[in-house]
C-alpha cells in the first residue's frame, strides 16, 4: 500500500479531531575510524504516527504495523495519552490540527541518492584512505545518504505527500600530536559529495605548522568558518526565533521584534527553498512551508510558531512545528540561511587582521543563558593564529563564552560564498537539517580557557 493510503486508514482508525503521519525511510551509513571501516547501518523503515486532540490535549501513539488492529490499538494508546493529561491538567489550550494551506513543489529529491547504494559510500571511503596514507595523517568520520517520504493526513482537511534526499560525509584527520583537521558536505544529492576535497582539507589542517601552542584567555577578532557560524545559528535558533520562548519573556528577542539587534550587515532568513538547503513541502502539522524573514538589515521581523505557540502569542503558526501539537520545547527554524557579504571567502577576511584566531568549527556547545543567547563551546579541529593578515601556526583548542546575539551584532565583515553546514549525525527519525551560511569576522570575542581545563 502507498504511504498516503495507509496515512488515510491511519485517520479513519483515529476518528474525530487527529492526525495520521506515516513516514518511510531508507537510508545507509559508513562509519570508518583509523582509516579502516568500522560500522555499516542500512535501514528500511515505516512508521505510522497518530496524534488525536481531546480537550484541548494533544496524545500520540506510534506504530511499525500496518495492519487495521494494530493502527486501532495505536489510535487507542493516542487518545489514552490524551485522556491522561486532561485528567492531570484539566483542559488544554491546543486550538485544534489547522488548515493545511497548498504546497509549493521543491528540489529537495534526488532519484540517485534515493537509491542509498553503499557502493558510492565505499568508493568514497577508499578515496579518502587513499589521500590520508599519502598525507601521513589517520581519518575518521561518515558517510550516509537518504530518502525520507512522508504522507499525512488529518481531520482538517490534509492529504499531503512529500519526499527528499540527503548525503553527508564528515571527514576527521588525525596526526602526531593530537593534532586534527576537519571538513564536510552536505547536499541533496550524493554525487555532489567531493570526498577527495574533503580528505585534502582535512589532512591539511591536521599537518599544517608545528605543535599547536596555547594562547592566554581573552578577547580575540575571530574568523569563523561557515561550520563554525553555524554553531552559532543553532544558537539563535533555539533561543531567539523559537516562539514559545518568545511568548513567554524568555526568548533573546523577547520585546525586540521590530528594532536592531544585529549588525546592518546581518540578513537572516529560513528558507526552504534557498539553493543549497535540505528543502521540505510542509511541517509536522501539514502547514505548508514557506520562506520566512527573521532579520532584515540587522532589525528583528519575527520569530517561527507551530500552533501551539501560535495560540499562545495570539499569531499564526509559520509552518514549523516538529511534532503534530508542538514540543514542550517550541518550534525552532530546521533551514536558516544567512545571507553573505562582500569578502571572496575566509582568507580574504583574514586579510585585515593584525592577530587574531581563525576558527574551523566549534564543538560540544550548550546554551547558558537563553535570554541573552550566551553560550559556552570549544573550538575543535583546526584552530590557527592570524598574523599580519595571514593564517599561521596553530594554537591549542579554546573554550568560548559569549553571545551568538552580541557576535552577530558586531562582524567586521561576511564571506561572500555560503555553505550547507549539517553535522550528519541522525539519531531516531532522519530528519537531516543544515544552515546555510558564510564565513565571518567578528571582534572582541571572549576566550575564556583552554579546551582541556
Not at 575518521?140 to 505527500?161: D, K, M, Q, R
Not at 539587534?261 to 538547503?277: A, K, M
Not at 514542550?328 to 562582500?342: D, E
Request: hydrophobic content about 40%.
Amino acid at each position: 500500500m502507498s504511504t498516503g493510503g495507509l496515512a488515510g486508514r491511519a485517520l479513519a482508525a483515529a476518528g474525530g479531531d487527529a492526525l495520521a503521519t506515516v513516514t518511510r525511510e531508507r537510508w545507509v551509513m559508513l562509519r570508518f575510524a583509523r582509516s579502516r571501516p568500522t560500522q555499516a547501518t542500512s535501514v528500511d523503515d515505516v512508521t505510522v504516527e497518530l496524534a488525536t486532540l481531546r480537550h484541548g490535549h494533544v496524545g500520540r501513539g506510534s506504530t511499525n504495523r500496518c495492519d487495521d488492529d494494530s493502527l486501532r490499538q495505536c489510535a487507542a494508546r493516542a487518545a489514552r495519552a490524551a485522556d491522561a493529561a486532561t485528567r492531570a491538567f484539566g483542559a488544554g489550550g491546543f486550538p485544534g490540527f489547522p488548515d493545511p494551506g497548498v504546497p509549493r513543489a521543491h528540489e529537495g529529491y534526488d532519484p540517485a541518492t534515493a537509491e542509498c547504494d553503499p557502493a558510492t559510500g565505499g568508493d568514497a571511503l577508499r578515496t579518502v584512505f587513499d589521500i590520508a596514507g599519502a598525507a601521513g595523517v589517520e581519518v575518521g568520520g561518515i558517510w550516509t545518504a537518504g530518502h525520507v517520504e512522508t504522507a499525512l493526513a488529518s481531520s482538517a482537511g490534509a492529504s499531503l505527500h512529500d519526499r527528499v534526499t540527503d548525503a553527508h560525509m564528515k571527514v576527521v584527520a588525525m596526526a602526531r600530536g593530537d593534532r586534527s583537521g576537519y571538513a564536510s558536505s552536505t547536499s541533496v544529492s550524493a554525487a555532489a559529495i567531493d570526498p577527495e576535497a574533503l580528505a585534502t582539507r582535512a589532512a591539511a589542517k591536521a599537518t599544517a605548522g608545528s605543535e599547536a601552542a596555547p594562547l592566554e584567555p581573552g578577547q580575540y577578532t575571530v574568523v569563523l568558518e561557515p561550520h563554525a557560524v553555524s554553531e552559532l545559528l543553532w544558537v539563535l535558533a533555539h533561543v531567539a526565533f523559537n516562539g514559545m520562548m518568545h511568548s513567554e519573556g524568555r526568548g533573546a528577542l523577547s520585546g525586540k521584534l521590530g528594532s536592531r539587534v544585529v549588525s546592518p550587515s546581518i540578513s537572516l532568513s529560513d528558507s526552504t527553498r534557498f539553493r543549497g538547503t535540505l528543502p521540505r513541502a510542509f511541517d509536522a502539522e501539514g502547514v505548508a512551508k514557506a520562506p520566512l524573514p527573521l532579520i532584515q538589515d540587522g532589525v528583528a521581523h519575527g520569530v517561527v510558531h507551530d500552533t501551539r505557540s501560535a495560540a499562545m502569542a495570539g499569531a499564526r503558526t509559520t509552518g514549523h512545528a516538529l511534532v503534530p501539537g508542538g514540543t514542550i520545547r517550541g518550534p525552532r527554524p530546521t533551514n536558516l540561511v544567512l545571507l553573505g557579504g562582500g569578502e571572496a571567502d575566509a582568507a580574504g577576511l583574514c586579510a585585515g587582521v593584525e592577530r587574531g584566531i581563525y576558527v574551523t568549527r566549534l564543538w560540544y556547545t550548550n546554551i547558558v543563558r537563553p535570554e541573552d543567547s550566551l553560550f559556552t563551546a570549544v573550538t575543535r579541529d583546526g584552530t590557527f593564529l592570524i598574523e599580519d593578515g595571514r593564517v599561521g601556526p596553530p594554537v591549542a583548542d579554546m573554550r568560548v563564552t559569549d553571545s551568538a546575539r552580541v557576535r552577530a551584532r558586531i562582524p567586521r565583515a561576511l564571506g561572500a560564498r555560503t555553505e550547507l553546514c549539517s553535522d550528519g549525525e541522525l539519531y531516531g527519525r532522519r530528519f537531516a537539517t543544515g544552515n546555510v551560511c558564510p564565513p565571518l569576522l567578528a571582534e572582541a570575542v571572549s576566550f575564556t580557557g583552554s579546551a582541556s581545563a
